[in-house]
Structure formats: C-alpha cells, structure tokens
C-alpha cells in the first residue's frame, strides 16, 4: 500500500482533535465495503466516489493508522493531493 508522506506522519504522529480528509483507494468491492463499515465504527464518513478511483474519507487523525491496517486498499493520500 502506497500512503503519501502527510498519510505517514498523521499515522505515526497524530495531532489531537484534528481531522484527516482522506483520498482512499480500495481495490476490490469487498475492501470498499470494509473501509466504509470502519469509517463508521471510527465515526468518520465517506465521502462521494471520484472520478478517477477511490473515495473521500474524514476520520480523526487518530484513527488514521487503523485505515492503513485495511487489506486490499490500494493507497490512502490526502484530499488535496491531486485537488479533487
């Protein structure tokens, strides 16, 4: 799984009560429907499917290296990296 430097550093260093918006790109339908069932359980959303892969999650920094434990996610970058 590719995560972007920022992915890296909120996984490893979180800053508290801050919130990640997440581009996310799962690779199967089962690994979508697994993000999404634990973006839920963390109490984030999901956001709107792009047009070119992958889905905007918002969860606290926190939580963001339980998204990297997922299987089958392709690579997790923030929002703005591509400026969706």
């Known amino acids: 799984m590719y995560l972007s430097h920022p992915v890296r550093r909120m996984r490893d260093d979180p800053f508290e009560d801050e ?7 799962p690779e199967t ?3 979508q429907s697994e993000l999404t069932a634990l973006v839920s359980e963390l ?4 956001g709107r499917e792009l047009q070119f892969g992958g889905v905007i999650v918002v969860v606290e920094e926190a939580d963001v290296s339980a998204l990297c434990e997922l299987d089958a996610i392709e690579r997790i970058e923030t929002s703005d990296t591509l400026g969706y």
Do not use: C, F, N, S
């Not at 109490?43 to 999901?46: E, Y």
């Open 43 to 46: 109490g984030g959303t999901v």
């Open 19 to 25: 919130r990640a918006e997440l581009r996310v790109h």
């Open 29 to 31: 339908d089962e690994a």
